[in-house]
């Protein structure tokens, strides 16, 4: 039985990251190519101007690109570290009602592991989490730099 169900992953949150998992955010499924979260604007997670605050926004982007990254380090039966060494948001559009955050670069971070794992040197990858609105219209684009390294 897979460690990455979304019901793991959420009780996950709750003990790992609870200032996400009380703003809403939401794993809905994962694959090894993509991860779903969502995560519902609502008075605990608004900013002054009545739209899902921009570090929820954060919060479920780089859970998206996360999850994935320990998904293929738990596949690969390798200890290995994985980091955050950059980041890049750009918004679009206002964020209301529940927004989608969608990351489909699964490959990518594969790559990268095995690269690691060849060659004992730590491996960079962007990967990138996009945030849709109930009409399927972007509001929000973030691009997380994952830095992975055989410990």
Not at 110 to 131: F, K, L, P, R, S
Request: aromatic share 10%; hydrophobic share 40%; glycine share 6%.
């Amino acid at each position: 039985m897979s460690r990455f169900t979304p019901k793991k992953l959420n009780t996950f949150l709750l003990f790992k990251l609870p200032s996400a998992y009380f703003s809403g955010v939401r794993v809905q499924s994962i694959n090894d190519q993509e991860a779903i979260a969502m995560v519902r604007h609502q008075w605990i997670n608004q900013n002054p101007f009545k739209s899902l605050y921009w570090a929820t926004q954060g919060m479920a982007s780089e859970l998206v690109t996360g999850i994935l990254v320990m998904k293929h380090i738990d596949k690969c039966g390798k200890k290995i570290s994985m980091l955050v060494t950059h980041q890049n948001g750009t918004f679009t559009k206002k964020a209301t009602g529940i927004i989608k955050f969608i990351c489909k670069d699964g490959n990518k971070i594969t790559h990268a592991i095995d690269q690691t794992i060849e060659t004992g040197e730590g491996q960079t990858v962007i990967m990138t989490a996009e945030g849709f609105n109930q009409d399927n219209e972007s509001v929000s684009k973030f691009e997380y730099e994952w830095s992975v390294k055989v410990k």
